[in-house]
């Protein structure tokens, strides 16, 4: 098959050419986008929470498309435990402005340029000289104490009046939020908090994602974020949305499978989105004509599974230090791809006691390697590395 006109796209955070499964989610968010230009109303802040692969930042993506072009306010960050995160938002929110003195009248903006311009220089001096498209004085004594809590709730107070007055909203994607520091969780769901304690809830929203761990996080930052997020589990597809991922690319390329071939592929899948793309890519390339058959298959998926052990499990395992790899492994054997108790890791590493786990198990979460689903229990954050680890000597 002609490799040029391949239409699977498999890469981090790159669209695939069919988003399936995924459109509840997307549809959820045209119903808070019309509200917010209709009514000037807010809704919760969102928490995408998932394993590595499965799509979340393509879905912080598609949500910035949905504004994009209708004039709302709207910055993507990700977030890092090395940069502050005030540091990488004011970053974000200075094209953001910009952009939005070129879409809407300059007076409307004048105060929250002026917060901002005061926001940004106390979180990076240099920053805060950048010119946001237009002359504006600087508004003292808001958003600028240096307190991140506060300050963050005064600046999102800012762009949501503004936002209601323009009758847009504000949009800000966060991205690998569980990579913030636990102060700065707590100032964000601080923020978050306030945006939703007047009559009418301004049109400000905040989409973070991250691995599954993310909602305890913000739960161990503040007791109320239980009820603060709307959160969304993003997964593996279901078989059909799977079989759409598969199947629909070459569907629309005039490219059959034989059911026997797609069923291999999807079996060799398991939902898992990563693959599905990865797959899909290597079967049409090693394809020489329509119907793709099983031998194409059992070809693409050799070349599929070299791509994820080199690419996405080799480099993590070879991160982990012996210590580290000896739990790994412990907890591919006793769970594969499913959470386990480090009750049962320790006596299948040989410890005596779960606390002599705790510093590889707690290097590994800081790795990104292994989240904790729940007390006491581990989990890859990546599908399909337990197998991988059974497979190295």
Same mark, same amino acid.
Do not use: C
């Given at each position: 098959?002609?490799?040029?006109?391949?239409?699977? #796209?498999?890469?981090?955070?790159?669209?695939?050419?069919?988003?399936?499964?995924?459109?509840?989610?997307?549809?959820?968010?045209?119903?808070v986008?019309q509200?917010?230009?209709?009514?000037?109303?807010g809704?919760?802040?969102?928490?995408?929470?998932?394993?590595r692969g499965?799509?979340?930042?393509?879905?912080?993506?598609?949500?910035?498309?949905?504004?994009?072009g209708?004039?709302w $306010?709207?910055a993507?960050?990700?977030a890092?435990?090395?940069?502050?995160f005030?540091?990488?938002?004011?970053?974000a929110?200075?094209?953001?402005?910009?952009?939005?003195?070129g879409?809407?009248?300059?007076?409307k903006?004048?105060?929250?340029?002026?917060?901002?311009?005061?926001?940004?220089?106390?979180?990076?001096?240099?920053?805060?000289?950048?010119?946001?498209?237009a002359?504006?004085?600087l508004?003292?004594?808001?958003?600028?104490?240096g #307190?991140?809590?506060?300050?963050?709730?005064?600046l999102?107070?800012?762009?949501?009046?503004?936002?209601?007055?323009?009758?847009?909203?504000?949009?800000?994607l966060?991205?690998e939020?569980?990579?913030?520091?636990?102060?700065?969780?707590?100032?964000?769901?601080?923020?978050?908090?306030?945006?939703?304690?007047?009559?009418?809830?301004?049109?400000?929203?905040?989409?973070?994602?991250?691995?599954?761990?993310l909602?305890?996080?913000?739960?161990?930052?503040?007791?109320?974020?239980?009820?603060?997020?709307?959160y969304?589990a993003?997964? /593996?597809l279901?078989?059909?949305?799977?079989?759409?991922a598969?199947?629909?690319?070459?569907?629309? /390329?005039?490219?059959?499978?034989?059911d026997?071939?797609?069923?291999?592929?999807?079996?060799?899948?398991?939902?898992?989105?990563?693959?599905?793309q990865?797959i899909?890519?290597?079967?049409?390339d090693?394809?020489?004509?329509?119907?793709?058959?099983?031998?194409?298959?059992?070809?693409?998926?050799?070349?599929?599974?070299?791509e994820?052990?080199d690419?996405?499990? #080799?480099?993590?395992?070879e991160?982990?230090?012996?210590?580290?790899?000896?739990?790994?492994?412990?907890l591919?054997?006793?769970g594969?791809?499913?959470?386990?108790?480090?009750?049962?890791?320790?006596?299948?590493?040989?410890?005596?006691?779960?606390?002599?786990?705790?510093?590889?198990?707690?290097e590994? $979460?800081k790795?990104?390697?292994?989240?904790p689903?729940e007390?006491?229990?581990?989990a890859?954050?990546?599908?399909?590395?337990?197998?991988?680890?059974?497979r190295?000597?």
């Amino acid at each position: 098959m002609d490799p040029i006109a391949n239409p699977y #796209r498999p890469g981090a955070g790159r669209r695939p050419p069919v988003l399936a499964g995924r459109q509840p989610l997307l549809d959820s968010f045209e119903v808070v986008r019309q509200r917010a230009e209709t009514l000037g109303e807010g809704d919760r802040s969102w928490i995408l929470n998932g394993r590595r692969g499965v799509g979340k930042t393509v879905l912080l993506n598609e949500l910035w498309t949905q504004v994009s072009g209708r004039g709302w $306010i709207s910055a993507k960050v990700e977030a890092s435990w090395h940069v502050p995160f005030p540091v990488v938002l004011a970053k974000a929110l200075v094209q953001a402005m910009r952009t939005a003195t070129g879409r809407h009248p300059v007076p409307k903006l004048r105060r929250l340029l002026g917060v901002f311009q005061a926001f940004s220089l106390k979180v990076d001096p240099a920053l805060g000289l950048v010119s946001l498209g237009a002359d504006v004085d600087l508004v003292k004594g808001v958003a600028d104490t240096g #307190r991140l809590g506060d300050d963050l709730t005064a600046l999102l107070q800012v762009l949501g009046e503004t936002s209601a007055d323009l009758g847009i909203g504000t949009l800000l994607l966060v991205d690998e939020l569980q990579e913030a520091k636990p102060d700065e969780l707590t100032a964000i769901n601080m923020a978050i908090h306030q945006l939703g304690q007047g009559p009418t809830p301004l049109p400000v929203m905040l989409v973070g994602a991250g691995l599954p761990s993310l909602p305890t996080q913000l739960g161990e930052a503040t007791s109320y974020a239980e009820r603060l997020y709307d959160y969304r589990a993003i997964g /593996l597809l279901d078989p059909p949305s799977a079989r759409l991922a598969l199947a629909g690319p070459t569907s629309d /390329l005039g490219v059959a499978w034989e059911d026997d071939a797609v069923e291999a592929a999807l079996t060799r899948a398991g939902g898992y989105p990563y693959f599905l793309q990865a797959i899909g890519k290597h079967v049409w390339d090693s394809a020489r004509t329509s119907p793709i058959t099983l031998e194409d298959v059992e070809v693409g998926l050799r070349f599929a599974r070299e791509e994820l052990d080199d690419g996405l499990y #080799r480099t993590r395992w070879e991160r982990a230090t012996p210590a580290q790899r000896a739990l790994l492994r412990a907890l591919a054997v006793e769970g594969g791809d499913e959470p386990v108790t480090m009750a049962e890791l320790a006596a299948a590493t040989g410890r005596k006691k779960t606390t002599d786990l705790s510093v590889a198990r707690n290097e590994l $979460i800081k790795k990104g390697l292994v989240y904790p689903p729940e007390r006491g229990f581990i989990a890859f954050t990546v599908p399909g590395m337990g197998e991988f680890i059974l497979r190295q000597e």
